[in-house]
Every structure is written in C-alpha cells, then in structure tokens.
C-alpha cells in the first residue's frame, strides 16, 4: 500500500471539488481502488503504487483544464480520464467560427472534435447519435464556416417530414408555414451563427436553403455543404437518392439518432441501410457520439443512458 500527498495551494477547490464535493464524489467513482481523503489544501492518495500514478496523470489534467480555461464539468471529468487527455483538451481549434454578436462556435467534446477533422479528410460523413450531443449544431457550424471561408457557395439543410406524411397537406399556411416546425432546429442553429439580416439575406438569396427530403430529387447538389438532418427517418430509396446528389466539391453531413425512428414498422431506416453499406469505402468517414457528449441538461445524459441499458 502507498500513499501519495497532491498540494492543491492557489487551486480552486469548489472549481476542481465542486459545491459539497459533488465532483470529487465523482472521481471517486471511476477510481474506486484508491482511497482519495481531502484535508484543506492537499488530496490524499492510498492505494496501489501503479494505480496512484495512473490517477496523478489524470488528475494533473484536471489541473491543466482548470489553468487553461477556468473551469472543469463533470462532462470533461469523464472525458478527461475515460480518453486520451490529448484528445480532449480544448485548444484554440476547437473554435469552429465565431457566431452572432461575438459568441464562440466552439466543438466540445471529444467526438465534436472528431467531426471537425474528418469533415476536412473526407467529403461525406455519417453522424450517428442520441438527443443533444451536439450533432446537428455541429455539422452547421461546419457548413457556415465553409461558406464564410468561400470553400463553398451554399448551404442545403434538409430532413424527412416524416411527422407531417412528407406531403404536409393537412397543417395550415403556405408550404414554408408548414415545413417551419420542422425545420426549425436548423433555423435555431443558424441563427446562433449569423446575425439575423444576413441570414434572412442568405435565405431570399438561396445560399442557405432549407427544404424536406423529398425536394431533393431530380437536384446536383454542386459547390455546395450539404446536411441531412434526422436521416433515421429517410426511407433507403430516400437515402439512395440523397447520396446520389453530390456534386463536385460538395460536402455532404448525414446525422441521425438510431434509437428515435419515426418510419412504419415495416418499412427500413435508409441512415442503418446505408451504414451497413458505405461502412468500408474510402472518402466516407463515420462518428458515433454517445451520452458522453450531450451537452443539455444533465439530466439529459442520465436518461440515454438509463434507456440504453
């Protein structure tokens, strides 16, 4: 048994510990072999030699998030200790753009990261995840960032409405009043990352459109970044001929979340179909996010992952 004393002089404790402990309670929880004992400005370490030295690695890398950036969630514990400290931590990259009155468009997470470098190795990526990890805000902060950059000359958002039966009759209004409900996480989106009379001028322009699935056939999708959100809800016919689209210097975002399909029983999610497909061709590459990365309410994270089990 051995024993190791970490100073924590000039460290913010409630920052590092949190209010009643609440963070250091969940240290101790991924490492239930050591005995961790806070006293005043020193943390007690009791436990195997191999075990001590692993923790003071990771908990160095509480330390380093904290002198970086001020602050240290719950979320970037897990993160910190359950991957590489390399990958995790925030650098200036992490700024995708720089949204509506100066707010930073930033990639949070471990797996938002991965998003942002395999959009710029290949041209078509599949997003595949639960509620609120940030796969839809991501994908658009990443086409508005090509489009101010002039990588492209516009930006499609599209999704199934499949709520609506893709033909939208029954609601009242004209055809943008009825796809509005649908569509409105894009605009939510958006609008975080563009002041508003520029995107109402993207829009009346047609360099941002945003249109359900079934507007897409018959199009070639050309110098354009392209997301099709809540692809789960794509029939495969759908989803051949969204693919299909792409035209040269086109980037292409798929997301969708597995566990929320709105189709028939019978019928097939064109984003599994095609996952099974496209899994071993080159240019294609594939991030699956998890309760790790939901960035909601805490709350959140503790329902997927009580539905997963």
Same mark, same amino acid.
């Given at each position: 048994m051995s024993e190791k004393i970490i100073d924590?002089? =000039?460290?913010?404790?409630v920052l590092l510990f949190g209010a009643n402990n609440r963070k250091l309670y969940k240290i101790k929880e991924f490492f239930p072999d050591l005995r961790l004992v806070a006293r005043g400005n020193t943390l007690k370490v009791i436990? =195997?030699?191999t075990h001590i030295l692993f923790f003071e690695k990771k908990f160095q890398s509480f330390l380093d998030h904290i002198n970086q950036y001020n602050r240290l969630t719950i979320s970037q514990i897990e993160r910190l200790i359950l991957e590489d400290e390399a990958k995790?931590?925030?650098?200036?990259?992490?700024?995708?753009?720089?949204?509506?009155?100066?707010?930073?468009?930033?990639?949070?997470?471990a797996n938002?990261?991965?998003?942002?470098t395999e959009i710029l190795k290949n041209d078509m990526m599949f997003v595949v995840g639960p509620a609120g990890t940030g796969k839809t805000y991501t994908a658009v902060a990443l086409a508005v960032k090509s489009l101010k950059s002039k990588q492209v000359k516009r930006i499609i958002l599209t999704?199934?409405?499949?709520?609506?039966?893709? =033909?939208?009759?029954?609601?009242?209004?004209?055809?943008?009043?009825k796809l509005d409900p649908y569509m409105q996480?894009?605009?939510?989106?958006?609008?975080d990352m563009l002041p508003s009379e520029k995107l109402?001028?993207?829009?009346?322009?047609?360099?941002i459109q945003i249109a359900p699935l079934a507007f897409m056939r018959g199009r070639t999708l050309d110098k354009a970044f392209v997301i099709l959100d809540e692809a789960q809800n794509s029939t495969e016919s759908q989803m051949r001929m969204f693919l299909t689209r792409m035209g040269k210097s086109g980037k292409f975002i798929i997301t969708g979340d597995e566990t929320q399909i709105d189709l028939p029983k019978k019928q097939n999610s064109g984003l599994i179909e095609s996952i099974k497909k496209l899994k071993d061709i080159d240019g294609i590459s594939f991030v699956f996010l998890d309760e790790k990365d939901v960035i909601r309410h805490k709350l959140v994270k503790k329902i997927i992952k009580a539905y997963k089990d």
């Open positions: 924590l002089e =000039n460290i913010d404790l436990g =195997n030699k995790v931590l925030e650098t200036k990259e992490d700024v995708i753009l720089h949204g509506s009155d100066g707010k930073l468009i930033k990639a949070r997470t938002q990261r991965k998003m942002v999704r199934p409405a499949v709520e609506a039966g893709e =033909n939208l009759g029954f609601l009242p209004g004209d055809l943008k009043e996480p894009l605009y939510d989106a958006l609008m109402k001028d993207y829009l009346e322009g047609g360099i």
